[in-house]
């Protein structure tokens, strides 16, 4: 446990893993509802207990017997994921228990519905029920849900969460907290075990009726001001910290309030600016920090932490340091708010460290080297360290840029591979193969989206197979910087990452269902740069095709790229990138490709639409809307029809081709006939043709492809062309056939 526990948080946090019927207040019910927003429950008859109380207070109550549960979602994108995971788009459902935890007016309500609390011994399904319940927000391991304990032990008004099933193993758990940007959710079971994940979620009945909800940043308990860290790294990589909060209090009669801090770290102390202690909580292996405010001065404080231990660690061979965490290293209130930092490191003089924003000074004093930055506001925070070699790179139209590289590891690991038998893998000048594909993949986004704020960059390795973004520094895998691949795949991904500063960073995804805006739009990025780059389109379209049939085998099962963060599954996780980051891409592809001159294959409508996105929401947040209402504005026409099928539909044409041609005086009248199928009836899509007549050229038709048949006469043709081909160069996301003509 924590060096300085909490009684009161121990009463709570013990309290809620050893919830159990209370055998003196039960009651027999019938006849009994409960409606809490869109949700109905229905207690048809059977035995009501309340919960044993936690310090006092009641807090849940467990029923045992028949019952129905209904809800309707208000959203038709929350109606398609019941329909996709049960089958219909308003829920209603039996169940022969439930489980209740409430902080609101639950516990009165009862008290009036039924006869007076008396005696009654649970029978041992109420018992079994409460266990199930408490195996979703409770561990053998001290971990308890923060997002039902935070409401729990402040008695924070307004929470009611029912985990309610038919069949023990497969339970489904409603919920409505008004301390979550979208406060009513349904869930059910994952599958990998017994934690709980969303089937649809959204705001308050109340909210759509006024056509407003809160702010995202509006839940905030308190608001950090900025911070002041300092960090040190000693000989055996082992971590002492010390991080200063200056913060207001927003909610005063909010006293617990839960950080996050990577749970190798321990808690060494935590003290108010005056150097008073202050009470806290850290159950074992858990990332969750528990503050006691009860003490803050209400108007503004500082808030100081110290913590140490093992978070970093040699691996690769020795040859690289990989951090335990890239974000909770320090005490992290929540993510979203952007805040200052001040920043010192002590490192022994081996080892290389960078981190967000601005080095200010660098000194080396016995081995150790000391080094202090600041930063401008920033969302996220992180730091990497290694035995780094500097490779500077200052050219025009570009940020100067620093790229961090172990040389010698890189060199040794090649040369390893090479001893066992197999290619040796180094290639040489990767330092400045990556910094010239950095610096041309920032010229072509200055060129296409606007000037970034950023006038310094440094990209630096990761002992790991993915890449990282953050203001003015990116971390790419270590794996881009020992080779390149020939298909372009490392281009695009550095260019990726890059991307982020415009998209993800400079301009922010107001909530999760808008990420498409940082990850789509830097996946189709890094896309759109390798073809420029390259100066062939072959890169391009091969990425386009290699993600089509990944796409496709998930059609109509996985959720809308519009659900952002919520397409992982449990049963699917791949399901994010293929959505988010592919699909997403792909959403951008077609919207250029409708908007290409198809005579000149001139892109510059496309183009002013992304640099008008960027340039309209640089410094602040965007949604999928906003950027529907800048297509709009850009195009001159409504759009909403394109961004209901591609962002909040999941539904994936099959298009199959049909022709004929026919001799006329003066030329040939051809005719097409497509099948449109596996979409809604008013799906509708513009599509090119290819018409190619050899030597003669080639020229493209679109097609306004508008119902489950469309048959078109294209305009007289000189003469028959040697091919016709139906959505060329992967121009929309499709399944494509062909079929012969019948009239």
Wanted: aromatic letters at 12%.
């Amino acid at each position: 446990m924590a060096a300085q526990d909490s009684a009161e948080f121990s009463i709570w946090h013990q309290g809620l893993r050893d919830l159990r019927p209370d055998p003196t207040r039960g009651a027999e019910v019938q006849g009994l509802t409960l409606t809490r927003d869109a949700g109905t429950f229905r207690f048809l008859n059977g035995q009501i207990h309340l919960l044993e109380p936690i310090d006092g207070r009641t807090i849940g109550a467990v029923f045992v017997g028949q019952g129905l549960f209904e809800m309707a979602a208000p959203e038709a994108v929350e109606q398609d994921q019941l329909r996709r995971t049960y089958g219909v788009a308003a829920v209603a459902t039996p169940f022969r228990a439930a489980v209740l935890l409430f902080t609101d007016s639950t516990a009165s309500e009862l008290d009036e519905a039924l006869p007076a609390w008396a005696p009654l011994e649970p029978d041992r399904d109420a018992e079994r029920e409460v266990r199930e319940a408490r195996d979703y927000f409770t561990d053998g391991d001290g971990w308890v849900d923060r997002k039902l304990m935070l409401p729990l032990i402040n008695e924070g008004p307004g929470l009611f969460y029912a985990h309610f099933s038919e069949d023990r193993g497969d339970p489904m758990i409603f919920s409505v907290d008004p301390l979550v940007f979208e406060e009513v959710s349904l869930s059910q079971r994952t599958d990998r075990g017994k934690r709980r994940e969303v089937v649809a979620q959204f705001h308050r009945q109340a909210d759509y009726a006024t056509g407003t909800s809160a702010q995202q940043e509006d839940l905030d308990l308190i608001r950090i001001t900025s911070y002041d860290i300092e960090t040190s790294i000693e000989g055996n990589l082992d971590l002492v910290g010390r991080a200063t909060a200056t913060l207001l209090r927003l909610a005063p009669t909010y006293d617990w309030i839960p950080f996050s801090l990577f749970d190798e770290l321990e808690v060494d102390s935590i003290r108010w600016g005056d150097g008073s202690p202050v009470d806290f909580y850290r159950a074992d292996d858990t990332s969750d920090l528990w503050v006691d405010f009860s003490t803050a001065d209400v108007d503004g404080s500082q808030l100081t932490f110290h913590y140490s231990g093992d978070m970093l660690e040699k691996v690769q061979r020795q040859l690289w340091i990989a951090l335990g965490t890239h974000t909770t290293w320090y005490p992290v209130y929540e993510f979203g708010r952007e805040i200052p930092y001040s920043l010192t490191f002590h490192v022994p003089d081996q080892y290389v460290v960078t981190t967000v924003g601005t080095k200010l000074s660098q000194s080396t004093d016995d081995d150790v080297t000391t080094s202090e930055w600041r930063t401008a506001p920033v969302r996220l925070l992180t730091f990497n360290i290694g035995e780094f070699d500097d490779f500077v790179s200052e050219v025009e139209d570009a940020p100067n840029l620093s790229v961090l590289i172990n040389e010698q590891a890189h060199r040794s690991y090649g040369a390893s591979v090479s001893q066992r038998g197999g290619l040796l893998l180094t290639q040489q000048n990767m330092a400045e193969t990556v910094a010239r594909d950095l610096t041309n993949s920032f010229r072509f986004y200055n060129e296409v989206y606007g000037l970034t704020t950023v006038q310094d960059f440094v990209a630096t390795e990761i002992p790991y197979s993915h890449g990282e973004a953050y203001r003015g520094l990116i971390m790419l895998a270590w794996s881009t910087f020992q080779w390149s691949s020939e298909k372009g795949f490392d281009d695009m991904f550095r260019a990726h990452e890059v991307a982020h500063q415009w998209c993800g960073i400079s301009v922010r995804p107001a909530t999760y269902r808008d990420w498409w805006l940082a990850e789509g739009f830097s996946e189709f990025s890094g896309w759109w740069y390798a073809a420029r780059a390259f100066g062939s389109i072959d890169m391009y379209h091969r990425r386009l095709k290699e993600t089509r049939e990944d796409i496709l085998d998930r059609r109509d099962e996985s959720a809308p790229v519009g659900l952002g963060q919520r397409t992982r599954s449990s049963k699917h996780p791949e399901d994010y990138q293929l959505m988010v980051y592919y699909k997403g891409a792909w959403v951008l592809h077609m919207l250029r490709t409708m908007l290409t001159d198809p005579d000149t294959g001139n892109d510059d409508l496309f183009t002013e639409i992304m640099h008008t996105f960027y340039t309209d929401h640089l410094g602040g947040m965007a949604t999928t809307r906003q950027c529907q209402q800048t297509v709009e504005q850009v195009v001159g026409a409504e759009m909403g029809w394109f961004f209901d099928q591609w962002i909040y539909g999941s539904s994936i044409p099959t298009y199959t081709f049909s022709h004929t041609f026919t001799d006329e005086p003066g030329g040939v009248k051809a005719t097409v006939r497509i099948r449109q199928e596996n979409v809604p009836e008013d799906f509708r899509m513009i599509v090119p043709i290819l018409l190619d007549f050899g030597d003669e050229g080639s020229a493209l038709v679109p097609v306004n492809v508008v119902s489950p048949v469309t048959e078109v006469e294209l305009p007289l043709l000189p003469r028959e062309p040697d091919d016709i081909v139906f959505n060329p160069y992967e121009s929309v996301l499709a399944e494509t056939k062909t079929e012969r003509w019948r009239n």
